[in-house]
């Protein structure tokens, strides 16, 4: 697995790998991705917790995608990025009991706990700048423009009084 050449990882590949926290402490391994046939998305990751990580014992952990980073330069190793305190009080269960039946409340409240809200209404969530945005919004994160896709042409200019999109095009025209 090279992360720095491709933007995908297998599932086969992800649960071989080993979970460790950012301190190089060892967590444990990841049980399973579980995708939501409706939207093809990722609801959550089991997480299986090492038994002597917390004193957890053998439990396993739902988790947001969002939490784990890839390490191009330890193709065996994911990185979780909650703390420790997190993952200890963090939603799971054990082995023997996995949520069944309607899941929107289990993936709604786990969400919740690592304060991300559900993506599948308002496009995806960016967890560096805690923000939706859209694969068709082309948003400028070096600046503030977000590009007018219903023009095509040019940049509306982001106004910070109210964190929301001016009339103003660039140049100062006002649309109509």
Request: with cysteine; aromatic share 10%; charged share 30%.
């Amino acid at each position: 697995m090279n992360n720095s050449l491709h933007s995908q990882i297998s599932s086969s590949t992800a649960t071989s790998c080993k979970v460790k926290t950012a301190r190089d402490e060892s967590v444990g391994s990841i049980k399973d991705i579980m995708i939501n046939t409706s939207t093809g998305q990722v609801d959550y990751v089991v997480l299986k917790v090492d038994e002597g990580f917390l004193n957890l014992g053998s439990k396993l952990l739902a988790l947001p995608f969002e939490s784990f980073e890839f390490n191009p330069k330890q193709d065996d190793v994911i990185i979780v990025k909650e703390i420790k305190e997190t993952l200890e009080n963090a939603p799971g269960f054990d082995e023997d009991n996995w949520p069944s039946g309607p899941q929107a409340e289990f993936i709604h409240d786990m969400r919740t706990f690592y304060s991300e809200e559900s993506r599948s209404l308002y496009g995806r969530y960016d967890h560096v700048n805690r923000s939706y945005y859209n694969d068709e919004d082309r948003f400028d994160m070096q600046s503030t423009q977000i590009r007018d896709r219903q023009s095509g042409d040019g940049f509306l200019e982001m106004d910070h009084r109210g964190q929301r999109q001016s009339d103003i095009r660039r140049g100062g025209d006002p649309l109509l």
